[in-house]
């Protein structure tokens, strides 16, 4: 990853702020370390400033990046995993690098704003058209790639990779939607993407072929090695980390990637000592014959970080939080042995309705509307804690289901597939585990393969959500609680552990703006609207980790235990109801429904 800032329209070119735009842009170091570079033009009122991580091209794929004669200007941070199909169909141009996103400078010129619709990866980017002083930007289809924007009082609108950089410049600032494009011509924001999935009104009705979706994902894998820089994958041991690297390790040989680092694959998990991820991981990294690394942290390691990870993530969001400190510590050490990138397998619950509660969906229609709200959500939570936590060491995480192209074959499937029916031995995400069911030649051995999966953060040990409890009662009083809604009246924590995450977030970033672009509300922490339309006394139940949702996990396939019993078992699962599904105040999300009455 990179880090970008651009400052457009401003009237002050003064010395002052050009170091003061150096100092902001610094902020932004840790996601790209290996250079950075400053382009300013008074003419067109712009300053880029790019923060380089090198994975393509390291030797001179330096940015701001320029079209032939250098009238087109773009700063970007990502991967354009088609820049070279995109050439072949192409003028042709005088490349000044080798790097994948220099294709965009080039494309704008001959297609100008459609250019963001063409580019397959994952991106976000300012650019300016010195010829009619013009700029646009734009963010990557789901958001992987993270991206704000703010107005300074120089006059400026500002866009930067993480807010840390516009705090303190800016009067107000906010996310950039993804899928979103801002044009200066047009004075604003229009939504780009728009696949026929995406609305989520027309429910699909493509049959399920095990074939084209197993080999949709290999295709998403592969895309993914393109790389100049050692890279590996992140091992959870649940079946979506084992299926990118089980893909990743048979694709590896025949790859460029293989030069760079060998045709071994290098596999990286984490946990608390002995934890359930570390074990299953291992088993995984074993059949695969990967260069497997284990990284152990105890939960004071954990809490330690804690500030840091939320000064990094941005987010008072309690799942996030919990899930990102072990991918934090974790990147921390993988980045000393040298690597640069990591495939990662996030989107996968969403997609394929992985979460607990889809258990409870009670037709394919509500499934599917399901489905793509939490796809829709992803760039707040998920996508913004792989990008995050591992940017925050210079780490590059690419996330394969995220594939486009696989995703619009994964959204068209009828979704009464993806309907669990424990009957039929159908357990979540079956059609990604059949397709992959090739006795012949086997991707994963067979219990892996239909294995159930812990959530991440209980996944590297039981006792990190409870020390993570135990130190927040610690630091929060009764009484403290009992005033939360007068102190924090917007999304107002309601419980210990949030309360104390979002007293270091107040911290760190004080503004009005910064707490609203963190989603959440005030009794829905645990809930999400499809959860409890779906089944209301269930999710009551729920905690954010998940842990009272039993009857569901393994005891639905157990045959002992119905479905609906819910048990007090101190095991632990998916996050069942994250506080992942909701937005109540952010009008991007509008067609997320607020539940009433939830306590
Ligand atoms: C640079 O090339 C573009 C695209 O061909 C053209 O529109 C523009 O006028 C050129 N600018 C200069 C300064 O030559």
């Known amino acids: 990853m990179c880090g970008i800032l651009a400052v457009l329209g401003s ?138 924007l703010g107005w300074g009082n120089d006059g400026g609108v500002y866009f930067a990779s993480e807010m840390k950089a516009l705090k303190d ?193 009670p037709n394919k229609e509500e499934l599917h509307k399901e489905t793509v709200r939490k796809i829709k959500a992803l760039y707040m939570f998920d996508c913004l804690r792989a990008n995050k936590s591992t940017s925050a060491w210079g780490l590059e995480a690419r996330v394969p289901f995220l594939d486009q192209d696989f995703m619009s074959i994964a959204m068209a499937i009828d979704p009464a597939e993806k309907m669990i029916r424990k009957d039929e031995g159908r357990i979540e995400k079956w059609i990604m585990r059949r397709a992959f069911d090739t006795p012949e030649n086997p991707f994963l051995p067979k219990h892996i393969l239909y294995r159930q999966k812990e959530q991440f953060s209980d996944g590297v040990g039981y006792s990190w959500i409870d020390g993570l409890k135990a130190h927040a009662a610690s630091q929060v009083t009764d009484r403290m609680l009992k005033h939360a809604k007068h102190v924090y009246p917007y999304n107002t924590p309601n419980t210990k552990e949030a309360y104390f995450y979002r007293m270091i977030f107040e911290k760190h970033f004080p503004q009005e703006s910064a707490r609203m672009t963190v989603p959440g509300g005030p009794s829905i922490a645990c809930s999400t609207a499809a959860a409890i339309a779906w089944d209301k006394a269930w999710a009551d139940n729920l905690d954010p980790s998940g842990r009272a949702a039993l009857g569901v996990h393994d005891a639905a396939y157990s045959e002992v235990t119905p479905a609906t019993t819910t048990t007090t078992t101190q095991s632990s699962h998916e996050n069942v109801i994250s506080a992942n599904s909701f937005n109540n105040n952010n009008p991007l999300l509008g067609n997320i429904l607020q539940p009433q009455g939830v306590q």
Not at 50 to 57: F, Q, S
Not at 198 to 211: F, V
Not at 316 to 321: A, C, F, K, P, S
Request: proline share 5%.
């Open 169 to 361: 410049d800016c009067e107000r600032f906010e996310v950039f939607p993804p899928g979103h494009l801002y044009s200066s011509k047009s004075g604003g924001l229009r939504r780009y993407f728009n696949p026929p999935w995406y609305s989520g009104t027309m429910i699909p009705n493509t049959p399920y072929d095990p074939t084209v979706l197993r080999t949709a994902f290999e295709k998403a894998v592969i895309k993914r090695l393109m790389t100049d820089v050692p890279f590996g994958v992140l091992l959870s041991g649940g079946l979506d980390s084992s299926l990118v690297a089980a893909v990743a390790s048979r694709h590896l040989a025949n790859s460029k990637a293989a030069n760079v680092w060998g045709a071994q694959l290098h596999t990286f998990s984490v946990g608390l000592k002995g934890s359930p991820d570390l074990k299953a991981a291992k088993e995984v990294a074993d059949y695969l014959k990967t260069k497997h690394h284990e990284f152990t942290f105890t939960v004071q390691d954990g809490l330690d970080a804690i500030s840091d990870v939320i000064y990094y993530t941005e987010t008072y969001d309690v799942t996030t939080i919990r899930a990102s400190t072990p991918m934090f510590l974790m990147t921390r050490k993988i980045k000393a042995l040298g690597v640069k990138m990591v495939l990662s397998g996030e989107g996968s619950d969403e997609i394929f309705g992985g979460y607990l509660y889809f258990h409870k969906a």
């Open 11 to 148: 009237h002050d070119y003064s010395p002052t702020k050009r170091a003061r735009i150096l100092e902001l842009s610094r902020r932004l170091r840790h996601r790209g370390p290996d250079w950075s570079g400053l382009f300013v033009d008074e003419q067109a009122c712009c300053y880029l400033s790019h923060e380089r991580l090198a994975i393509i091209d390291p030797t001179s794929g330096d940015q701001p990046l320029y079209n032939g004669n250098k009238s087109i200007v773009v700063a970007v941070n990502g991967e354009i995993y088609n820049h070279e199909a995109l050439k072949k169909t192409m003028k042709k141009h005088d490349y000044h690098t080798q790097s994948d996103c220099e294709v965009i400078a080039h494309l704008y010129e001959e297609v100008g704003e459609d250019v963001v619709g063409m580019l397959d990866g994952m991106f976000s980017f300012v650019l300016v058209d010195l010829r009619d002083k013009s700029f646009i930007a734009a963010r990557d289809p789901i958001g992987i790639t993270p991206l704000y």
